[in-house]
């Protein structure tokens, strides 16, 4: 059956692999041996690779070791998670923070406990699978709405929220459109509805906001029935997801979370990587500055160049092509000037919506985001798309 079924997916030019990098993650990148440029990457502050958080990481190796060695509620809390999550509380200005092994876990554990079997969940049409995943775990229904699309959610909320506890999930910036949630308006209807909001903030932790908490600092909003989870391996630089909170909402998800239970606790220094992050992204203003100054650039160039760019407002410039086969034919012309831009395909997006996901972070130059305008245009323009 699977052999039939990847078939299927080349014939569709639906089949994905993995590509080897073999270097650490930064703009320029050793791929099969050959430099390239990177513009896939969600390092948008440029800390993967950065020194103030590897030698933090080495200090805590250093104390703690390698394996935290059990379960958080086993022997698994360290120091350096309780400093983080202290640290994580402090920046987002909540009482407490819990932190997992990935934003995936962070979903996958939060969601089941915000809403019962019998509730009822509405969800943006292009969140995250690991939102959705987290839903149907929940065993709660399950009813979309079109993306962004608030009068359709007010239409769901009028006809199905009378008869049990409610749950709207979305996405503070959208993943593969870069499009932000109108988080005020969603959280008036929560009120509204006496429904509980999750805003998954992946992309726009450490990006938007003007200290960089997220799009809830980008648009204000606060509320009893937000909550907001992100994850620590995109801006941060690191790996791991959190939540922020209440102490008794903290204190009831370390209870109820599965996946914090029954999982090892994140490698000691990964913790103390993602504290040092935090640190640099407050004293450090100025990368985002420049991550915002290198994503205008960009945005503007490819727009003028005439491309169709979905209604991005942040670091994530995807280029809408529809058709796989063009995305992929796009995508290899790049790389074979050495520039790595993926193409993104069904079902990561809906049919007839691939494209190309062009990201930009602080540390791209000036002259490295030439260089790639340069290609895409060239590439544009032989394939006909502009
Ligand atoms: C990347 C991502 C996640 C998962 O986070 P990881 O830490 O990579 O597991 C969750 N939600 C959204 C919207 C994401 O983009």
């Not at 934003?103 to 969800?123: C, R």
């Not at 009893?224 to 690191?238: P, Q, R, V, W, Y």
């Not at 504290?275 to 945005?299: D, F, G, K, S």
Request: aromatic share 6%; charged share 20%; hydrophobic share 40%.
């Amino acid at each position: 059956m699977w052999q039939t079924n990847l078939q299927q997916l080349a014939r569709d030019h639906l089949l994905r692999e993995l590509s080897i990098m073999d270097s650490a993650c930064s703009p320029v990148m050793s791929l099969n041996g050959q430099q390239t440029l990177l513009f896939a990457s969600n390092d948008y502050l440029g800390l993967a690779n950065h020194a103030y958080l590897k030698q933090a990481a080495v200090r805590a190796m250093t104390q703690f070791g390698i394996g935290a060695g059990a379960s958080r509620l086993i022997s698994g809390t360290l120091t350096p998670h309780h400093d983080l999550e202290n640290t994580l509380a402090e920046f987002f200005e909540t009482e407490a923070a819990l932190t997992f092994n990935s934003g995936y876990a962070a979903n996958i554990g939060i969601i089941p406990n915000l809403i019962a079997p019998e509730g009822l969940i509405f969800v943006d049409r292009l969140c995250h699978a690991s939102l959705i995943d987290g839903c149907r775990l929940s065993r709660a229904s399950l009813r979309v709405f079109r993306h962004n699309d608030i009068d359709h959610l007010q239409s769901l909320l009028a006809k199905h929220s009378r008869k049990g506890p409610v749950l709207i999930v979305t996405e503070g910036v959208f993943s593969m459109d870069g499009d932000l949630a109108p988080l005020p308006e969603l959280v008036r209807l929560a009120e509204k509805y006496d429904a509980i909001l999750l805003v998954d903030d992946a992309h726009g932790t450490g990006v938007m906001g003007t200290t960089g908490r997220g799009t809830t600092e980008h648009w204000g909003v606060y509320s009893d029935k937000l909550f907001h989870m992100g994850t620590l391996s995109k801006a941060i630089g690191t790996s791991g997801g959190f939540i922020s909170g209440t102490k008794e909402c903290i204190a009831y998800l370390i209870n109820t979370a599965r996946s914090f239970i029954y999982s090892t606790a994140p490698p000691p220094a990964m913790s103390a990587a993602a504290q040092a992050a935090i640190h640099l992204i407050q004293e450090q203003p100025e990368r985002r500055t420049r991550l915002w100054q290198n994503r205008e650039r960009m945005q503007q160039s490819l727009t003028g160049m005439g491309y169709q760019l979905t209604k991005t407002e942040s670091p994530i410039l995807p280029i809408i092509v529809k058709d796989p086969r063009l995305a992929i034919t796009m995508s290899q012309h790049l790389r074979e000037k050495g520039i790595y831009i993926p193409a993104i395909r069904p079902p990561t997006v809906p049919k007839n919506t691939s494209r190309l996901r062009v990201t930009v972070t602080a540390e791209h130059s000036m002259t490295q985001i030439d260089t790639a305008l340069e290609a895409i245009e060239q590439i544009g323009q032989a394939l006909k798309i502009i």
